[in-house]
């Protein structure tokens, strides 16, 4: 983005070398090398099992990275360096890291037993003690923002798909996060309600918020990615700029995913 | 059932016969014949004196049992719910010492009758004459005979009350572990600590599940603490049974003491279906509507 006038060497959000990462002697990623500039949207794509989520999981520290180094917003995810040793975080200290990075999930997983409101104003109210009226207020904003004002005191339960990711979306953004993760935002969705939610995506990434997005919709990575990277088997096949990828892969694995991809959809961004 | 005509072929209105319920029939008059019979027998039974049922039954020393019984059983289920709150969310935590401790706990409440229990903590004496609380090396402290602290009431309360809160860790941790797993997820990602996590967004969730046994509990702890009659807790049971071991009614008493294990029962029963209605279908509403849980556990102004 913005390579004309770039401030001087912003130093990139996410540096992943090498990342490892397994669980009960199954390995899911083999050494995933991938970088998010400032600003920057990456968009992530490839067949289900590819690691896709796993990574997205680990830049969040929800998943814990096992090889490699992952560096995410400057700090290596899990560890601080001290002592001539790497300390593994508290759950304190994960905590504190999360609290800069918003996630945004594929099953919305806004909190059952609150409004849409008091979900948006959950994180400033228990996490960074924000006094409620105040807290009550900016949620509001958030909603405005995602177009849900008036369903500030519904339930998750009495609004739609759409609704609710949306919501989702607005309670990630209450805590003003300098790293956005989206974990498949629309696959849930009944197709009807999938253009709601990317643009608001799209209006987020207008903004200049760096965001990582995992994602089934190649064309929203067209119209709005500024990198694409393909998954497979635990690594990163290939990365470029989307429509440079998207109109000639180099890889034989991303030939073959694309036109199933392709195939199977046709999006409302496609010429 | 039907009961507005049909129209027949022609147009003509025919109305609808009555269904004959032969089995229900029968298996009233079944019924009432049998139970019919049974409360003759009681009833006329020679042997049994109704008179002292009735003189009994709002006696003086009935009537401080029934309130001692009521005592017992709400300090009871009051311990062993805080209690059992603490040791579900040790056994949940990553600390393999706390769960394991936690677990430990449960296997050996649940493993011991609550008989034995009662009974050990009413002889604690034989294993500790004085309980000490002191600062170590020094004079400073305090000490009570264990007789006086032990007392019927004391170690009815303890036992039924441990007891009580290894069964009610169970139903807790069952509560916790069915709140969906991605809203645990969604508090991490947020920024939140795990403990903040499990009091802000995961119990008052699973309190949905949690509260109607809790109802449960109470009510089946309003009969098991007439075991108390054992360690003499002068509750319902331990008085009927003075009473009856000085004038030999034991029917007459029995059937006193069923009376207001009833009443209580129902009243209980009344009182959880007011609870199950409010929290139910809906634990939020404890949240926000205001009473001692929301003062307990946080809000966000809405």
Redesign the interface.
């Known amino acids: 983005m913005n390579a004309g006038a770039a401030p001087a060497a912003v130093a990139p959000v996410v540096v992943a070398t090498g990342v490892r990462m397994g669980y009960g002697g199954v390995q899911v990623l083999n050494g995933v090398d991938f970088t998010v500039a400032s600003g920057e949207v990456s968009c992530v794509i490839g067949p289900s099992g590819s690691g896709k989520s796993t990574f997205l999981r680990c830049l ?1 520290g ?1 998943e814990p990275v096992l090889g490699g180094s992952l560096r995410v917003l400057g700090e290596e995810v899990g560890h601080t360096l001290r002592d001539g040793r790497y300390h593994p975080w508290t ?2 200290r ?6 800069n ?3 945004v ?1 594929q ?1 919305f ?7 849409a ?2 979900n948006v ?3 400033p ?3 960074l003690g924000t006094p ?2 105040r ?2 207020t900016l949620a509001m904003e958030h909603l405005d923002r995602v177009g849900l004002a008036d369903h500030a ?1 519904k ?1 998750p339960h009495q609004l739609s798909g759409g609704q609710q990711q949306r919501v ?1 979306i607005a ?2 953004l209450a ?1 003003n996060p300098a790293l956005m993760l989206f974990d498949e935002p629309t696959s849930a969705l009944d197709p009807e309600l999938v253009d709601e939610v990317l643009e608001v995506m799209k209006s987020l990434a207008a903004e200049g918020m760096t965001m990582v997005v995992v994602t089934h919709e190649i064309a929203f990575a067209r119209e709005v990615g500024d990198r694409l990277a393909f998954f497979a088997d635990g690594v990163v096949v290939e990365e470029g700029r989307p429509r440079e990828l998207l109109a000639a892969p180099e890889h034989e694995r991303t030939r073959a995913f694309l036109s199933s991809v392709l195939g199977a959809q046709e999006g409302p961004f496609e010429r | 059932m039907r009961t507005e005509p049909i129209a027949d072929g022609s147009g003509t209105p025919v109305p609808v016969a009555r269904t004959w319920h032969w089995g229900r029939w029968l298996a009233a008059a079944v019924a009432l014949a049998v139970a019919g019979w049974l409360a003759y027998l009681v009833v006329v039974n020679p042997h049994l004196d109704w008179g002292k049922v009735a003189e009994y039954l709002f006696n003086e020393r009935i009537l401080s049992g029934v309130w001692v019984t009521i005592e017992i059983s709400v300090l009871a289920t009051a311990l062993g719910l805080v209690l059992g709150v603490l040791v579900a969310v040790m056994r949940l935590a990553h600390n393999p010492v706390l769960s394991g401790l936690a677990a430990f706990y449960i296997w050996f409440f649940r493993g011991t009758p609550v008989l034995v229990q009662l009974i050990f903590w009413y002889n604690l004496a034989f294993l500790f004459p004085e309980l000490v609380l002191k600062v170590p090396f020094t004079m400073i402290g305090l000490k009570w005979d264990t007789n006086q602290v032990m007392t019927g009431f004391t170690s009815a309360m303890l036992g039924l009350g441990l007891n009580l809160a290894a069964y009610f860790a169970e139903t807790v941790r069952a509560g916790i572990q069915a709140v ?1 797993r ?2 645990t ?10 403990a ?1 996590r499990m009091r ?2 995961v119990l ?2 699973a309190l949905r599940i949690i509260i109607p046994p809790t109802g449960n509990e109470f009510i089946s702890m309003l009969k098991t603490t007439s075991l108390v009659y054992v360690v003499a807790g002068h509750d319902l049971m331990t008085n009927a049974s003075q009473i009856y071991k000085a004038n030999n009614r034991i029917m007459e008493l029995l059937i006193v003491a069923s009376v207001w294990y009833m009443v209580m029962t129902a009243v209980a029963t009344f009182l959880q279906g007011r609870l199950e209605r409010r929290f139910g279908s809906d ?2 509403r404890l ?1 926000r509507g205001g009473g001692v849980a929301a003062r307990v556990l ?1 809000k ?3």
């Open positions: 969040n929800l759950p304190k994960f905590a504190a890291f999360r609290r990075i918003g996630m999930f099953r997983n806004l909190f059952a037993h609150q409004s409101l008091e104003a959950c994180g109210v228990h996490v409620p009226d807290a009550r005191h339930r989702a309670r990630a805590m | 969906d991605g809203q997820e969604a508090a991490y990602a947020l920024g939140m600590t795990p903040r802000v967004i008052p969730q634990a939020v949240v946080p966000v102004a809405a």
